[in-house]
């Protein structure tokens, strides 16, 4: 059973894959879906990576841009100082804004083992000012002019063995009795602690876990784009995440992927719409949001959807 | 004598801020839920008073008085529609499916805002009168006295709204329990409905003073305020209204004596290591309430 | 089991239909390759967010000035197309929509309006080799590849600039206030206050801000209280008018001297200039110059956007002009190699200056000085 479930997803992301090389290759995709490519994926990252903390492990955070930056910087810099061979450079820049974005995650975390709801929300996004405002004045990252130069050496196919090895050890972890324990906490953390679940422990792991691969993304951002500027990792950016992960539903990391992909591309298709397209968007949001939470609105779409199963059937 | 009036440069910006988070902690306190548009709310008052204050031909009073009062009833009617269309169907969603939402709301106001007034910040004359108060090389001007005395009146006023009001024990019921509140004969929604009433119009009254302060008005004006705003809530203890008051001021004279003396570019930075600090220290702001959770 | 496959399947074909679904309709690069009669100009800056106003009024200039000259009959023969997108002021943004242009199959690019931005599509326009005009994009690498030029001047040569002019005003000793979170701002700063020392000025206080905030008392206190006799500001005009009434209402009473993002001060104060009075700064531009270009632009811009243009919407109409004499100098012909190669030859008379253009992208052009007299701009040589 388990291995067939395997199988399946194995074949999912070989065709998938197989389907955006045919896409990218052939041209027969737009320049502007290729180009959006690794932004989506970027996106997947940091949807299901936040969605560890925010879904599975119940805490609500509003700094995953921070851990994107001091990652992607980290990433990045060590790529536009040393000149290795792309194929050693490359993972070597993904681990080390990795595990940056870990070590900032492990700090971020000790508040968490304190703090709860609004107040937890409010200190990461603290976190996430402090790290803007210090990368802005830090003049050896290149200040507030960003740190420019960056050898623009990731493409669709890093991206998406990245965006799958995220996807493999999260839904791991989620399935994995490390798993279950951090569904334990959100649950009930007294109920947990008391049948032995170790909080502290795993708070700090979700915690951890997640800042790392939000710093991988970041690293893939930068390598995409060639240039980082601490602007873009505001506030704005941690609720893009966000609203990702809850569009996308909690807990759901195949609704994260979908959301990612739908946050992604919908401003881009807007673009026809030129002065009214963040109108457009804004509303959007809230209608979907409304839709996919409002209880009379959730049991009419129900009935809709499985009306429309039972004439298939 | 730059410390006393570094000191008085702190208190003047922290009263803003602490009339801005009186809006947020209120519905806070009380829906639950963070109303993230409220910043926008202000925005889109400061638009409103701009526009009325246009309206030539009145004597001296109502030229004040007109754009006030336009002013509060275009923000108190803005905030309960939100709260109709977008917060109300979500009453018993998750709390961040309704942050999520606010955001959109806070997007929606801000697009519209740029759609109809442009891109450039507008020029509002304040309609508070001219006048300053000079001690040697000191200075406080009026729109800081007036927004300082304002602020601790409404504070007073909220606090004793809240606790002597039959309306405010209603309030205080439905933030301790919904579903209790609901069993005991009051009606949560209106409750909830008036709630929202009373924050936007608190915006109204922030988005006067604001720009009467600070001259100017954007689409994205009510953007920054908004975060800051809520900050100093959460300092002092978000749901509490005298700890908004405390937050607001404390966090505005953190702000200034950063700038003054350590570093403006770094200030940002420290007034949020201090909120984290404080945080860790004491989980809940100066003024929360501490919550028990029983077993 | 089932369900879960379902599901799985069903965001896997979503995905891919989103990323599909663009390919079907636009394949339209082709067709503007070759002998069309319509010449493709794509812009790029923020319409949206903190930054729309500059990339509004960039996007208005070249308007007006691809109706000029579509009205005059076009470019040998052709006719002008803007296709302006909206980047928000963000990198990632920024490239999208180029990729978006690229599809719409653009010949020459005009922009990014944003240094940051212009920065980051120039790594992609650079793989295609296409002319990439910036029309205020003014950091050091924003004309680092070689298919790059830009119109307005780069921030180390404003600082440099006036360093000099406030020495020769016989001042020296500077207080500045700088946005720490805008490039434009810190690269005019830093070349100031390095120059200024050269000059044997002294930089008293050195103080910054960044975007979004609204008070500048603290900073202004401070200064106050160091003995400069100058203030210099570099940074746009909207936080120039909250610096000048918070200086004003604290009694600093300090000459001001600014940098180009000045200009558009005056309307942002509706036109009451009594705290700013005397205030002198950079430009290229001065709307109420009376050149006669000039005056038709200020004309032609009140007319259709109902405002006084501002130095951006100088910089994005002279962009334009920049294409057209391009193209003149190629005989028409719209080949990337050829319109780069043209660019370094031609002499642009344009609202901003007259200019030339070197091999690194850079124009080669004078500064004016503006000083802010009686409610309006008054250039002064």
């Known amino acids: 059973m388990k291995n067939k479930k395997n199988i399946i997803y194995t074949a999912i992301a070989i065709v998938v894959y197989l389907l955006l090389f045919a896409l990218v290759e052939t041209g027969t995709a737009s320049r502007q879906m290729q180009n959006l490519i690794v932004p989506v994926l970027v996106n997947i990252i940091l949807a299901v990576s936040l969605n560890l903390i925010v879904g599975f492990l119940g805490e609500l955070t509003l700094g995953h841009a921070g851990f994107m930056s001091v990652g992607a910087y980290a990433g990045c810099m060590f790529t536009v100082s040393c000149n290795l061979p792309v194929y050693i450079e490359l993972p070597v820049a993904f681990v080390i804004g990795g595990l940056t974005a870990a070590v900032f995650g492990f700090i971020i975390g000790i508040p968490a083992l304190r703090l709860k709801g609004d107040y937890l929300a409010i200190v990461t996004l603290g976190f996430g000012e402090i790290i803007r405002s210090i990368l802005n004045s830090m003049d050896i990252v290149g200040g507030s002019g960003g740190l420019k130069g960056i050898e623009k050496s990731g493409n669709y196919t890093v991206a998406y063995v990245l965006m799958i090895i995220t996807l493999i050890v999260i839904s791991n972890v989620i399935h994995s009795c490390h798993g279950r324990s951090i569904k334990a906490i959100r649950d009930n953390v007294i109920a947990a602690e008391s049948v032995g679940v170790n909080v502290v422990y795993y708070k700090m792991f979700a915690f951890v876990l997640s800042a790392f691969f939000a710093g991988v993304a970041g690293v893939l951002y930068g390598q995409n784009l060639g240039i980082l500027k601490p602007a873009t990792f505001d506030f704005n950016k941690s609720i893009e995440i966000l609203v990702m992960v809850v569009l996308g539903g909690m807990g759901n990391i195949k609704g994260s992927i979908i959301a990612a992909v739908i946050l992604t591309v919908l401003p881009e298709l807007l673009r026809d719409l030129a002065d009214y397209r963040m109108l457009f968007y804004a509303l959007a949001l809230i209608i979907m949001m409304l839709f996919s939470s409002n209880p009379t609105l959730v049991e009419f779409r129900q009935r809709i959807f499985s009306r429309s199963k039972r004439e298939v059937n | 004598m730059d410390f006393i009036q570094q000191f008085i440069n702190g208190l003047s910006l922290g009263s803003i801020y602490a009339l801005i988070a009186l809006g947020y902690t209120m519905v806070y306190g009380i829906a639950k839920m963070l109303n993230f548009a409220h910043g926008d709310v202000i925005m889109v008052g400061a638009y409103v008073l701009s526009i009325a204050a246009m309206q030539a031909g009145l004597s001296p009073v109502m030229s004040i008085l007109f754009p006030v009062i336009v002013c509060m009833a275009a923000c108190t009617i803005l905030g309960v529609t939100i709260e109709k269309i977008a917060y109300k169907p979500l009453r018993n969603a998750s709390p961040l499916a309704v942050l999520i939402t606010a955001i959109g709301v806070s997007y929606f106001l801000q697009s519209v805002a740029l759609l109809i007034f442009g891109s450039n910040q507008r020029k509002v004359n304040s309609v508070i009168p001219k006048f300053s108060l000079s001690l040697g090389d000191i200075h406080l001007s009026g729109e800081a006295i007036t927004t300082l005395v304002v602020t601790v009146i409404i504070m007073i006023c909220l606090a004793l709204f809240i606790n002597f009001t039959k309306v405010g024990k209603a309030m205080r019921a439905v933030s301790e329990d919904k579903g209790a509140a609901q069993l005991m004969g009051i009606s949560v929604n209106s409750t909830i409905s008036l709630t929202f009433a009373i924050g936007s119009f608190l915006a109204a009254i922030a988005s006067i003073l604001f720009v009467s302060s600070y001259g100017f008005v954007g689409p994205y004006s009510g953007a920054m305020p908004g975060i800051k705003a809520f900050v100093a809530a959460v300092l002092g203890g978000i749901g509490s209204i005298p700890g908004a008051m405390l937050g607001g001021i404390i966090l505005g004279i953190i702000e200034s004596m950063a700038k003054a003396y350590i570093s403006t570019e770094l200030a940002d930075a420290i007034v949020f290591s201090v909120l984290i600090i404080v945080l860790l220290v004491k989980p809940t702001g100066f003024l929360g309430r501490k919550t028990i959770t029983k077993v | 089991m089932l369900k879960r496959f379902l599901a799985l399947a069903v965001a896997g074909t979503m995905a891919l239909t989103m990323v599909g679904c663009g390919g079907s309709g636009e394949g339209g690069d082709a067709a503007a390759e070759g002998g069309s009669d319509v010449i493709k100009i794509g812009g790029i800056g923020p319409l949206t967010g903190d ?330 040589s």
């Not at chain 3, 205030?279 to 956007?305: M, R």
């Open chain 3, 51 to 380: 930054a729309a106003s500059y990339g509004v009024s960039t996007k208005n200039g070249a308007e007006i000035a691809v109706e000029e000259i579509n009205a005059a009959g076009g470019v040998e023969g052709m006719q002008l197309e803007l296709l302006f997108e909206d980047d928000e002021c963000d990198e990632q943004k920024s490239v999208n929509a180029y990729s978006t242009l690229m599809d719409q199959g653009i010949n020459v690019l005009v922009g990014s309006v944003t240094s940051a931005c212009s920065i980051a599509v120039s790594g992609e326009s650079q793989k295609d080799g296409i002319l990439q005009i910036t029309p205020s994009g003014s950091a050091k690498e924003c004309t680092a590849t070689p298919n790059a030029f830009r119109i307005c001047f780069t921030d180390p040569l404003q600082g440099q600039v006036m360093a000099q002019y406030i020495t020769e005003q016989g001042l020296s000793k500077a207080a500045v206030i700088y946005n720490n979170g805008d490039e434009y701002s810190k690269g005019i700063h830093d070349a100031f206050v390095e120059k200024f020392a050269e000059l044997g000025g002294q930089v008293v206080a050195d103080e910054s801000f960044t975007t979004g905030d609204v008070d500048f008392k603290t900073q202004l206190t401070k200064i106050k209280g160091s003995g400069a006799d100058c203030l210099f500001l570099p940074f746009y005009y909207t936080e120039v008018a909250y610096v000048s009434e918070q200086a004003a209402s604290l009694g600093l009473g300090l000459p001001m001297f600014g940098c180009d993002g000045w200009d558009g001060v005056i309307k942002q104060l509706n036109g009451d200039t009594t705290n700013i009075e005397g205030g002198t700064f950079l430009t290229p531009f001065v709307p109420t110059d009376s050149d006669e270009k000039i005056q038709a632009f200020v004309k032609a811009y009140n007319e259709k956007f109902g405002a006084d243009p501002d130095q951006f919407a100088a910089d994005g109409y002279d962009a334009i002009y920049a294409v057209k004499l391009a193209v003149e100098q190629t005989g028409g012909d719209l080949s990337n190699e050829a319109l780069i190669d043209a660019m370094t030859k031609i002499t642009l008379n344009g609202l901003t200056g007259n200019m030339t253009f070197d091999e690194n992208g850079e124009p080669d052009k004078t500064a004016k000085v503006a000083v802010i007299e009686n409610g309006a701009y008054t250039a002064k």
